[in-house]
């Protein structure tokens, strides 16, 4: 019976030296119009066998209003990884309570309309680690609904249109909302940033994936 089961293993002890972190960082601290984030540049050592060990873990759509697949990841997983943000974020920070997950999309990507209106992370977590693993322009843009910056200060009504699903497209801003920042995308670095600030994604898709490892604690 056991030829006729094939299983994809991964190497924990592999695992590990892959996502090992760069020792030397150096952590930036970001202050623009609403908020503040930190950023920093090369976090991984090996980002190339990162990328390709992670890219291992199955995929499942993301849902209407997620744009593409996410892949879910254990604590465990990500050992290497969520103790480096345990050490950025403070001796109080526990690495086992982050709970993380892949954002993964392509040209063309469907999702139900308005998705692409901005959101908050208030139910995930108070902090997000958004770690970059492809080279493609955009990022993460953050907004203000009528002069608030996040989700203490007003909670703007969904405008999702359900059953009807469309190309995914980028969000300017309306007479609501206000595009005020861009966390742009750069391969290997990690931004750091609070989940309650009203953000979307603002993809700009080539022939390759758009992919980032999201980690929510708090």
């Given at each position: 019976m056991l030829n006729k089961i094939k299983f994809d293993f991964v190497d924990r002890e592999e695992l590990y030296h892959n996502l090992e972190v760069n020792e030397s960082l150096e952590t930036q601290l970001v202050k623009c119009e609403?908020?503040?984030?930190?950023?920093?540049?090369?976090?991984?050592k090996r980002p190339d066998k990162a990328t390709e060990t992670l890219?291992?873990?199955?995929?499942?759509?993301?849902?209407?209003?997620t744009p593409g697949a996410r892949q879910n990841f254990t604590p465990m997983d990500l050992v290497p990884i969520l103790k480096a943000y345990g050490k950025i974020l403070g001796d109080k920070v526990?690495?086992?309570?982050?709970?993380?997950?892949?954002n993964i999309s392509w040209k063309g990507v469907q999702v139900m309309e308005n998705s692409w209106y901005p959101h908050s992370d208030s139910n995930k977590g108070d902090v997000v680690c958004n770690l970059w693993l492809c080279e493609c322009d955009g990022g993460t843009s953050f907004y203000k609904y009528k002069k608030k910056y996040t989700a203490l200060d007003i909670k703007p009504p969904r405008k999702l249109v359900p059953n009807k699903l469309v190309d995914w497209k980028n969000f300017d801003g309306d007479d609501d909302w206000t595009l005020y920042h861009t966390i742009p995308t750069k391969y290997n670095s990690l931004a750091i940033y609070n989940g309650k600030c009203f953000h979307s994604p603002y993809a700009i898709h080539n022939d390759d994936y758009r992919y980032a490892l999201i980690s929510f604690y708090g």
């Open positions: 609403g908020f503040s984030y930190y950023l920093i540049d090369n976090f991984l890219k291992m873990y199955p995929a499942l759509n993301g849902g209407v209003t526990d690495p086992t309570k982050f709970l993380t997950c892949s």
